[in-house]
C-alpha cells in the first residue's frame, strides 16, 4: 500500500472550476453554464496512483483534461512539481509540457491516420530536443521495446494495428519525454477484456521502471481497485469522496459511493442474489442547473434537510480521508452554518 | 507482439508509392471502371499534347510571320483554292491552322485553369483551415464573406475582378496581365467551395484525440493544422480540386467568349470559339465546331474523373 505520510505532493489542485458557456439567440448571448468542474481540490503524491472514478458525465475526463490545460479552466490553481499552471501562457506551458502527458481513451482516434509509428512516437521528441535523427531512431526503439512492440512496425500506419498495439504506440507517445505525470483517460475502456488486463500491467510495470505518477480515470470500479492506491470519487463535479483504496471499498463514507459500490457486479451468483444493493432512484441533475445545497440531494437515500440548503465542505473526516457531506460534518460547525 | 508471416519493414519500404497506389482501395476501383480509366487516358491524352503543342503542331499560330492571309478560310481536308495548302482541321479567317491554334489554345485554357484552382485551393484550404480551427469571430467574418459571395453567381464575381482589374491597368500592359487577372479572377471565384468543405472536415478533425495529444507535446497552433489536421482533411479537397478544374476551364472559355478573356492574339479555347461562332452562319462552321469539341471533351474527361474519384473515395459506397 502506498504511504502518503512522507511522499511529496506532484500535483496540487485547488478550486479547479470548469464551466462551459452555453450561448443562446442570435447574438450568442451568455444564458448559463454547463459546471463540468464545479470547485474540486486534491493532491496526488509522487509515485501514486490516483484513481477517479464516477458514472458518464460526472466530468471526470474534462477535470484530467483540465488539470494538463487542453481546457482553460474557468478557476482555480494547478501546481504540477511545483509550478502554477492554471493560468500560464502558451511558451511557459509548452516547457511544462514534457513533465505531464495523457494516455487516450479511444486508441483509434487518439493516432494521426496519415502519420507512421516512428513519427507518431518521434513528433514529441523533435519538438523538445535536438536529437539527431539517428538518435530519435535509437529512442523510438527504445521506447517501442519498453511498451512492446516489434521494432519491425515502426514505419507502418496505426489502421495496421489492433487496438491493444494501438494503445501501446499511445504510451510510448506518452512515455517519449520522460513525463512525471501521466493521466490515463480511460485507457482499457475502449480495449477488449483480455487486451485491458495486459495494458493495466504494462502501465504498472512501466510505473515502476520509471518512477511515473498517474491519475488514472475509469468507471470501472474492479479495475481501480487493482491500479489505485487511492481512490476519488466524483459527482456532478465535485469530489464526492478521496480515500486510500483500501479503506474506501470496505467502508465507502459518502452515500453515494456506498450506492455506487454496490453496484460493482458480483461474481458469485449466491452473493449476487443476496447482495444488498443500493439502488439510487431519479436521474443525474443537469450540470447546467445543479440542485441548491448539496448536488446529490436529489437522489440522497439518507437526505436531511440541511443538504438542500447549504452546500457540505470537502473535508478531511479521518486522517487520509476525505468526504463532502453532512453526515460527518461537525454537528456543532452546521449549526453555526444555519444560524 | 511479434509478427513473423509479414514481410520484415525494409520489403516494405522497397515497394514503390506508385506500386503501393495501384494496389489500394481506389486503384482496384480505377481498374473496375472503364469510364475511369478512358476518362483518365484522355484527360492525360489531351494534357499531354497541350503541354508537347510545339512538338505536334505544323505552325505556330502567335507568330504571325508564318501566317498566310491567302490561306484563310480552307476548309479540312481540302487543299485551298489560291496557294493549294492543305490543313487537317481547316483555317480560320486569318489563315491560321485550326489544329495548331487548338493545341495551343488548349495550352492557355489547361494553364489558366490549373493556376486558377491551385489559387483557389490555396486560399480556400488556408481560410478554410483557419475558420473551422481557430472559430469565434474568425471563422464568422470568413465563413459570412464566404456566404456572400456564394450568392453571386461565379462567373460575374470573375467578370467584376477581371473588370476591375482592367480598369487599373494601363492599356500597353492589358494583354500580358490578362492571363494573370483571368486566374486570379476564377480562382477568387471559386475559393469558397475549398474553405467550406475544408473547415467542415477541420471541425471534425479538431475534436479527435490525436489533435489534443498534439497540443498535449505543445505543438503550435499553425504546426497542428499544418501537419495534422491537413493531411487528413484533403481526400474531399482532391475531389473538389477535380471537378474545380473542370469548371474552370469552362469559366475560362466563358470569359474568354465574352470577350474579358484571353486576347485574340494569344487565343484560349474559348476565345476560338468566341471567333468561330461569327462564321458560323456563313459556312466556316470548322472555326467553331472543332474548338468547341475540345472543350467539350476536355471538361467531360476531367469531369467523369472527378466524379469517379469522388465514389472512388467515398467510404459509404465502397
Request: proline residues 6%; charged residues 20%; negative net charge.
Amino acid at each position: 500500500m502506498f504511504d502518503t505520510t512522507n511522499a511529496k505532493k506532484l500535483v496540487e489542485v485547488r478550486g479547479l472550476k470548469m464551466y462551459f458557456p452555453i450561448r443562446t439567440g442570435l447574438l450568442r448571448k451568455h444564458t448559463g453554464d454547463v459546471k463540468a468542474v464545479d470547485d474540486v481540490s486534491f493532491d496526488i503524491f509522487e509515485g501514486e496512483t490516483l484513481g477517479l472514478v464516477g458514472e458518464s458525465g460526472c466530468g471526470k475526463s474534462t477535470c484530467g483534461r483540465a488539470i494538463l490545460r487542453l481546457y482553460e479552466p474557468t478557476e482555480g490553481s494547478i501546481k504540477i512539481d511545483g509550478v502554477e499552471i492554471a493560468q500560464t501562457d502558451f511558451n511557459s506551458l509548452r516547457k511544462m509540457r514534457p513533465t505531464m502527458q495523457m494516455v487516450f481513451q479511444d486508441p483509434q482516434a487518439s493516432l494521426n491516420p496519415r502519420m507512421t509509428l516512428a513519427g507518431i512516437i518521434g513528433e514529441p521528441l523533435s519538438e523538445h530536443s535536438k536529437m539527431t535523427s539517428d538518435e530519435r531512431l535509437a529512442r523510438i526503439y527504445e521506447l517501442m521495446d519498453a511498451v512492446g512492440l516489434n521494432r519491425d512496425f515502426a514505419n507502418r500506419y496505426p489502421h495496421e494495428f489492433s487496438g491493444g498495439q494501438r494503445q501501446r504506440i499511445g504510451i510510448a507517445r506518452a512515455l517519449a519525454l520522460n513525463p512525471k505525470f501521466i493521466v490515463c483517460d480511460e485507457p482499457i475502456a475502449a480495449l477488449d477484456v483480455s487486451i485491458q488486463a495486459q495494458v493495466v500491467n504494462l502501465l504498472e510495470d512501466l510505473q515502476e521502471k520509471f518512477g511515473l505518477t498517474y491519475l488514472f480515470i475509469s468507471h470501472d470500479l474492479s479495475m481501480v481497485r487493482h491500479i489505485a492506491d487511492r481512490v476519488a470519487v466524483m459527482y456532478l463535479g465535485k469530489v464526492a469522496e478521496l480515500a486510500p483504496r483500501d479503506e474506501i471499498y470496505a467502508d465507502p463514507l459518502h452515500p453515494y459511493t456506498k450506492a455506487l459500490l454496490s453496484a460493482v457486479p458480483e461474481p458469485d451468483p449466491v452473493a449476487h442474489d443476496t447482495a444488498n444493493r443500493t439502488i439510487l432512484q431519479g436521474d443525474v441533475p443537469s450540470p447546467a442547473n445543479p440542485p441548491q445545497g448539496c448536488n446529490f440531494c436529489t437522489r440522497c437515500p439518507v437526505v436531511m434537510d440541511i443538504c438542500k440548503q447549504i452546500e457540505p465542505q470537502f473535508q478531511e473526516v479521518r486522517p487520509g480521508r476525505f468526504v463532502a457531506c453532512h453526515l460527518y460534518e461537525n454537528t456543532t460547525k452546521t449549526a453555526e452554518k444555519v444560524a | 507482439m511479434t509478427d513473423t508471416h509479414l514481410p520484415p519493414a525494409e520489403t516494405a519500404r522497397a515497394r514503390s508509392r506508385l506500386a503501393m497506389a495501384w494496389d489500394s482501395d481506389v486503384g482496384w476501383s480505377f481498374r473496375r471502371s472503364p469510364v475511369a480509366m478512358i476518362s483518365a487516358f484522355v484527360t492525360i491524352a489531351l494534357i499531354l499534347a497541350a503541354v508537347l503543342a510545339p512538338l505536334f503542331a505544323p505552325h505556330d499560330p502567335f507568330n504571325p510571320a508564318t501566317l498566310n492571309l491567302m490561306n484563310g478560310f480552307t476548309a479540312p481536308g481540302t487543299p485551298n483554292a489560291f496557294t493549294g495548302d492543305s490543313f487537317l482541321l481547316g483555317t480560320d479567317d486569318q489563315g491560321r491552322d485550326v489544329f495548331s491554334t487548338i493545341l495551343y489554345g488548349m495550352r492557355i485554357s489547361l494553364f489558366v485553369g490549373f493556376s486558377a484552382v491551385a489559387f483557389a485551393m490555396v486560399l480556400g484550404i488556408s481560410l478554410g483551415l483557419l475558420a473551422g480551427y481557430v472559430g469565434g469571430w474568425t471563422e464568422t467574418i470568413i465563413m459570412r464573406i464566404a456566404d456572400v459571395q456564394l450568392t453571386f453567381p461565379a462567373i460575374l464575381v470573375a467578370m467584376l475582378i477581371f473588370g476591375v482589374a482592367k480598369g487599373i491597368t494601363p492599356i500597353e500592359y492589358r494583354d500580358e496581365v490578362a492571363i494573370w487577372v483571368l486566374i486570379i479572377a476564377i480562382g477568387l471565384s471559386d475559393w469558397v467551395q475549398f474553405a467550406r468543405v475544408v473547415r467542415g472536415a477541420t471541425l471534425v478533425e479538431k475534436h479527435k484525440e490525436y489533435v489534443q495529444a498534439a497540443r498535449l507535446i505543445g505543438r503550435s497552433p499553425l504546426a497542428i493544422m499544418l501537419r495534422h489536421i491537413l493531411p487528413n482533411v484533403l481526400s474531399p479537397v482532391l475531389v473538389i480540386a477535380t471537378i474545380s478544374l473542370a469548371l474552370a476551364i469552362i469559366a475560362e472559355a466563358t470569359l474568354s467568349f465574352l470577350g474579358v478573356g484571353a486576347p485574340p492574339t494569344t487565343p484560349s479555347l474559348g476565345t476560338l470559339i468566341s471567333i468561330g461562332q461569327g462564321f458560323l452562319f456563313s459556312g466556316e462552321w470548322w472555326i467553331l465546331f472543332f474548338p468547341a469539341c475540345t472543350l467539350l471533351i476536355l471538361a467531360l474527361a476531367v469531369n467523369l474523373l472527378g466524379d469517379w474519384l469522388r465514389d472512388a473515395l467515398n467510404p459509404r459506397l465502397r
